[in-house]
């Protein structure tokens, strides 16, 4: 680990988050390759701790409990993430000050962003959204904090549909409507494009908002006929993050009974394999308060 520099501070770790979308790759060998991809990594962006010691010039005072996400920490591993490791050396700028009442569900607050950026600042709610698992429920929880109209949730899994507050949970089969104006796809399916282009509106648009591992293709007549519009949705920014912590801290946006699973920072084996094979865990973290 590298040592502390003037704006540093070490962060001894509580959980960590476990990706279902990237670290679901990386842990099955399918991730792509991307800037600063390699090997050996350490995973990770979703973490949540505590400030055990600062360098003189750091803006985050000991004991403050702070979300990171993810670390340049080490010095003979590739960076790209990580987070998920007992102490991180983290600049204190990207350390977000939480409330402490924000435990482990402030694991969730990247994905969070996430919903947040795909929804461009929460001033594009979804009409539809296909999937729902934790961040089909982030969509959902936000748009409902925005103020928008509550969307339809696509979810073939029944078991999956439960859990939802404000808005309807409908198995594809029983939803015949064809004029949704802005379709959220977070199902992470190559396949789905053709099937969402028929139920646009015209000039209607579809958001992608999952992580894809294959290209994907789509008919064309059918949506130049539609005149439908594609959007793919990129990395939140740390502005995107300020908001939700803010939206969070507020009480207007819930995050409780999405995180469903946690297990102890030593057995990562057990986690990461319930967590990727287990169809009822919506998200899983790590628990690190017992490693030393």
Known sequence: MRELSSDDVLVDVEWTGISSGTERLLWSGRMPDFPGMGYPLVPGYETVGRVC???ASASVAAGTRVFVPGSHSYTDVRSLFGGAARRLVVEARRCVVLPDA???????LALSATAYHAMLGGQEAPDLIVGHGALGRLLARLSLAMGAAA???WERE???RDGATGYPVVDPGDDDRRNYRRIFDVSGSV???DTLVQRLAPGGEIVLAGFYEKPIQFAFAPAFMKEARLRIAAQWQPSDLEAVVALVASGRL????ILTHSVD??????AYRQAFEDPDCLKMCLDWRSIS
Do not use: F, I, K, N
């Not at 924000?102 to 969730?108: D, K």
């Open 265 to 270: 920072a030593g057995r990562p084996s057990d």
């Open 53 to 55: 010691a600062q360098s």
């Open 102 to 108: 924000v435990a482990e569900s402030g694991t969730l």
């Open 158 to 160: 029944a078991g999956r």
């Open 151 to 153: 969307p339809v949730v």
């Open 254 to 257: 819930e995050l409780g009974g």
């Open 191 to 193: 396949d789905v494009l």
